[in-house]
């Protein structure tokens, strides 16, 4: 593993980054923190009962919040606040935005939309768990309140973009446009070193990941590309394999090493997807396509998508650009059936 920390190479490609003034660097450094904290009581999750279970309140997305995902929500926010950098959070564990109220944060030039806990139905079964974020420069006057226009930008505005997954080890993966890097922690010394330098996705794979519970209720177009996965066929290395942790970051994080692609399409339950797009899909997004790989809700660019709200949900397709555009022609096929 290469002896370079996190922080030598924020500090050694911070002038890669156009807005070089040492702001993202900042950003990135109070992210870092926060993963160091948050991954301290993952890792204990299973002893530190006073952890775990649910608070019992529901959050905006109708889920049980669970102890460890208000406790990571606040250990980011906290980061963030104290930088002066950062204007405002919109955090998947709070209905409206936070716009911080002193002076120095509201100089600051940029906002964050993070998921500080994906996957956490996960946490007492001892499955990786992510935090997932995106950074954007704002939009509204700086010297005043985060305004809801800073956080409704399109991924293409996305500055930096990156996920922690708390795993058999712990890694944070980050990109701010030039490729993508991921850091292993090594927890003796509380140190990300670089161990991942521009990581890129393979252009195909042999792993689909959907949760195959929902097969019926999805799109044909979708239903039709699984049994594709499916079918016999040596020639082009099929069936593939179905891997579905459940938690996106984990499958992401294979899927972006060895080659794959994951699908959360629409379904009854969840009729415009269930993933939220401005802390999950498009900072995956932005990763992915820094990588090499694609990210589409079917049909469109995720990153080009013009969000309306906060919390708004997408169908998302992400991962090895061959099988993404395998999918998004399946989609096609059935909705424009060749005569
Ligand atoms: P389902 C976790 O709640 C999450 O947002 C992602 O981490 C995960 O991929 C997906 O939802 C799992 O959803 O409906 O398959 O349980």
Redesign the pocket.
């Known amino acids: 593993m290469s002896s370079i920390t996190l922080g030598e190479f924020i500090i050694e490609n911070q002038n890669d980054f156009k807005y070089a003034t040492g702001e993202l660097s900042r950003i990135l450094s109070s992210i870092r923190l926060a993963a160091k904290i948050v991954q301290r009581e993952v890792n204990k999750a299973g002893l530190a009962q006073h952890i775990l279970g649910a608070v019992g309140d529901i959050n905006v997305q109708g889920e049980e919040q669970q102890k460890l995902d208000v406790y990571a929500d606040n250990v980011f926010l906290k980061a963030l606040a104290n930088r002066g950098v950062v204007c405002g959070v919109a955090s998947e564990e709070n209905e409206d935005y936070i716009a911080f109220n002193n002076q120095e944060a509201m100089d600051g030039n940029y906002v964050v939309t993070m998921d500080p806990l ?2 956490s ?1 996960n946490i007492d079964v001892n499955v990786s768990i992510g935090t997932i974020f995106s950074v954007y420069r704002r939009i509204s006057k700086p010297g005043t309140p985060a305004q809801l226009e800073d956080f409704l930008q399109p991924g293409t505005e996305q500055v930096a973009a990156g996920y922690v997954v708390y795993g058999s080890s712990t890694m944070l993966v980050y990109t701010t446009g030039n490729g993508v890097h991921g850091f292993t922690f090594d927890p003796s010394i509380g140190v990300f070193y670089l161990s991942h330098p521009n990581m890129k996705s393979p252009q195909d794979g042999k792993i689909f990941s959907m ?1 195959e519970g929902n097969f019926h209720h999805a799109p044909k177009g979708v239903r039709e590309y699984i049994k594709y996965c499916q079918e016999i066929d040596p020639a082009s290395n099929r069936p593939l394999s179905a891997r579905y942790i ?4 984990a ?1 992401f994080h294979r899927n972006l090493i060895k080659g794959g692609v994951y699908i ?1 399409p629409q379904t009854p339950k969840s009729p415009t997807g ?2 939220r797009l401005l802390y ?1 899909c498009n900072p995956l997004a932005f990763l992915i396509e820094q990588a090499g790989g694609k990210a589409s809700d079917g049909k469109n660019r995720i990153m080009e998508i013009k969000p309306t709200e906060l919390h708004q949900r997408v169908p998302f397709i992400v991962g090895s650009t061959k099988m993404v555009e395998k999918v998004e022609e399946f989609i096609k096929q059935v909705e424009t059936p060749t005569t």
């Open positions: 994906d996957g139905s949760n459940g938690s996106l970051v499958d959360y269930k993933l999950e």
